[in-house]
């Protein structure tokens, strides 16, 4: 290859700058496994090189995917680089690192020699490298129409819709000549990857000098989440979705016509989103109660990475703090998409993943002219539901969810050959480098499960109670402006606040009070040392809760001793999973402070709740709660 010495090169005379740029390494340029003085260091020099081309933290998802079925093989040697060509760089840098597989410079890559070369995006020069190049797609086939690329750079992302600026729509990306053909006419790629025939018919039309290429190879993405299905439950507890609340995910791709774009219009397609994301977030806080309903976000990466980790968690403070989960763009969606009761997305993959695997979808931007008007994608865009701005949208959400029924496209489009993807790529890779595959069996990595995400609100809540009978209350909170059934059909309101909420005035006109943390945390001294200084130090407040696991908490009324209540297993089950623990303080503030016509005192309300327990509703959901001292009495005697 151009540019590699020899280990014999004198350290003298006209070749003294080459000696020494062999013996100390080209800047930033790896050295061990690869180098111009390679094999000085190297403890297995006879390896098979695979390079890994990464574009930007989008494309680097699919890669991931397909990295374990190298796992294994002693014959090979694992590279990546980055081409550098994306305009979403950010982030990419530091994902390479995490690989922990030595990253080359591009410059090196190119210099470089390579068996196999795999790629997720067309992304850079790529027929600038030596080696079988193999491209995977990043999403659900090709789809979207993006501008042509900048033939010095082949950057796939320089534009985002429909237009090229002459009124020809803009080529689909992946399935035209400027993304599938070198400078020379001939296909970029050895083997470009799709998952279905109609992508195949797609390519022959578009480009019919590269349908030779194409290989049928499923999708291990969604292979993946097709295999972590029996694990729904876990996920949905990993998310602090509790029984009987619904899951709902935003999904957005990037682009200012996506679900979290601000663009107001979309042309030629009779579709007015505006700032849709905006007005949802408003929307989910007033009309969902937290209970009942639990929210996440799924964004693309180029928006996270586009924007800025730090800005996209700036920009939804208020709804992280209402309760929404923020899910990890790279390792977290597949696990949450399994998980949820419905999606509000838009023309990104995800949502097109998730109408695949059977969930109801709401669309809220489908701007049909970005997509590809012959795939799938757009059929279904057509067809499926959208978000109505004017109307209820808890009530959408609830008629989407009952009446739905799965449209066909989605399933039968997203791969031809479910579960197949492994064996059929791993065949791929190991002919293009002319060696045979590992005894052993394809098989990719399960989806892991994510760490635990509690649902903590900190906004004040807007509370509604009814007491039905005795011992018996519902509780509905809402994290923004309240807007549920009034207080003159029987209900009666109150505020409840987390200690460390922002709005720190609404402390003093907080009826409850609660944190969550652990019993033995120092800081706190103990539950009933802070539930005692928080009574001291708010005057105003009737009941502190320290919520010390997911279904029990300690409370103490104030002139009162503290009480543990904690949540009644199902009959026949030790299942104790339920309400949020600072949702029984609610219920037994509303219990001691509601009318009666007997002539009966809190603290004989008190002795019941503590004698009987209390029942408290959330929805259409019962949870049986014991009240009892917090230190249970010794033995008599």
Not at 380 to 398: G, K, T
Request: hydrophobic share 40%; proline share 8%.
């Amino acid at each position: 290859m151009a540019g590699r010495t020899g280990d014999t090169e004198p350290a003298g005379g006209p070749g003294r700058m080459r000696g020494v740029r062999m013996e100390y390494g080209r800047a930033g340029w790896v050295r061990v496994p690869v180098g111009d003085d390679a094999a000085r260091w190297t403890t297995r020099g006879k390896c098979l090189r695979v390079l890994v081309v990464v574009h930007n933290v989008t494309a680097a998802t699919r890669l991931l995917d397909v990295l374990p079925l190298f796992d294994d093989d002693l014959r090979v040697q694992l590279l990546v680089t980055c081409t550098g060509s994306s305009a979403f760089a950010a982030g990419t840098a530091e994902l390479l690192a995490d690989t922990g597989v030595p990253v080359l410079p591009w410059e090196q890559a190119v210099e470089t020699g390579a068996d196999l070369v795999v790629s997720a995006s067309f992304g850079g020069q790529l027929e600038s490298l030596s080696g079988k190049l193999a491209v995977l797609s990043h999403g659900v086939g090709y789809t979207k129409r993006l501008a042509t690329p900048d033939t010095g750079h082949r950057t796939p992302d320089t534009g985002s819709g429909a237009g090229t600026g002459t009124g020809t729509p803009a080529p689909v990306f992946g399935l035209a000549p400027p993304w599938l053909l070198s400078s020379r006419g001939t296909p970029v790629a050895d083997a470009l990857v799709l998952s279905h025939p109609e992508q195949v018919e797609r390519l022959r039309l578009a480009c019919p000098e590269a349908a030779p290429t194409a290989v049928l190879a499923g999708d291990p993405c969604f292979d993946r989440m097709l295999a972590a299905r029996p694990h729904r439950e876990r996920f949905r507890r990993a998310l602090g979705v509790r029984p009987g609340q619904r899951l709902v995910l935003l999904n957005s791709t990037w682009s200012s016509e996506s679900l979290f774009g601000d663009r107001a219009e979309i042309p030629g397609d009779g579709w007015c989103g505006g700032d849709v994301v905006a007005a949802l977030l408003d929307r989910v806080a007033d009309e969902f109660p937290v209970d009942e309903y639990r929210f996440a976000a799924v964004l693309h990466p180029n928006i996270w990475h586009g924007h800025g980790p730090g800005q996209i968690r700036a920009w939804l403070d208020r709804a992280r703090r209402g309760g929404l989960a923020l899910i990890d763009p790279l390792t977290g969606w597949r696990q949450a998409l399994l998980a949820a009761d419905a999606v509000i997305g838009d023309h990104g993959s995800v949502t097109f993943y998730a109408a695949a695997l059977g969930t109801p979808v709401l669309l809220g931007a489908a701007p049909l002219h970005a997509l590809d008007p012959d795939a799938p994608i757009s059929a279904f865009m057509r067809e499926a539901p959208r978000l109505d701005p004017d109307a209820s949208l808890a009530a959408q959400i609830d008629e989407v969810i009952g009446t739905h029924r799965p449209l066909p496209g989605p399933a039968e489009f997203t791969t031809s050959v479910p579960g197949e993807s492994a064996v059929r790529l791993r065949k791929l890779f190991y002919s293009m480098m002319g060696v045979p595959e590992p005894a052993r069996p394809a098989s990719l990595e399960p989806l892991p499960l994510p760490g635990y995400e509690a649902a903590t609100v900190t906004v004040p809540l807007r509370v509604l109670t009814r007491v039905l009978g005795p011992g018996e209350v519902t509780v509905s909170r809402w994290a923004g402006r309240w807007s549920g059934p009034g207080a003159d059909q029987g209900g009666e309101l109150h505020v409840a606040a987390h200690e460390d909420t922002r709005e720190v005035d609404r402390l003093e006109l907080a009826d409850v009070i609660f944190r969550d943390g652990e019993p033995d945390d120092p800081r706190f001294g103990s539950p009933s040392l802070w539930t005692a200084e928080v009574l001291r130090r708010h005057r105003g407040c009737s009941l502190a809760a320290y919520v010390t696991g997911p279904s029990e908490c300690v409370v103490r009324v104030r002139g009162e001793e503290p009480l543990r209540m904690a949540a009644v297993p199902d009959a026949g089950t030790e299942d104790v999973s339920g309400a949020d623990p600072a949702a029984y303080a609610s219920a037994l503030h509303a219990w001691l402070a509601s009318d009666s016509r007997e002539s009966v005192t809190s603290r004989a309300r008190l002795a019941r709740a503590m004698a009987d327990g209390l029942v408290l509703r959330t929805g259409d959901r019962l949870h049986r709660v014991r009240v009892g001292p917090l230190t249970p009495p010794g033995p008599v005697g």
